[in-house]
């Protein structure tokens, strides 16, 4: 049960490392990146990142879920990039990974397991 909160944990908190690295120091273009570029970044890959960290907290898998549909068409977009931001991708996943985990140590509690 400690790994899958534990993966949810590493997957927002990873996303949200990667976000910082993104908007303020990006090494790809040495640029601060533009205010709407921030602002849609912060909506799209750090709030569901937030979300993650609390659903791992708290061990809720719909807040997983959430923060997995939230982030999946930019995280999308950013897997296919070659780049370090291509992990927004698998952060995503282990997104829904966690969820998964949640919900199946729930019902093994359940069972008596």
């Known amino acids: 049960m400690k790994i899958t909160k534990l993966i949810g944990l590493s997957a927002s908190v990873g ?4 976000w ?20 849609n970044t912060l909506f799209t890959l750090f709030a569901p990142a937030c979300v993650a960290l609390f659903g791992s ?7 997983m879920f959430i923060a997995f549909v939230w982030s999946l068409p930019i995280s999308l977009y950013t897997a296919m990039t070659p780049s370090i931001f291509n992990l927004f991708g ?6 829904l990974v966690s969820g998964i985990l ?8 359940n069972k008596g397991l």
């Open 90 to 95: 698998m952060t995503s996943v282990l997104y």
């Open 102 to 109: 949640f919900i199946r140590d729930k019902s093994l509690r």
């Open 57 to 63: 907290v708290i061990k809720n898998p719909s807040l």
């Open 20 to 39: 910082f690295i993104f908007t303020f120091y990006n090494p790809y273009t040495h640029e601060r990146v533009e205010n709407d570029v921030l602002i």
């Open 15 to 18: 996303s949200m490392i990667l």
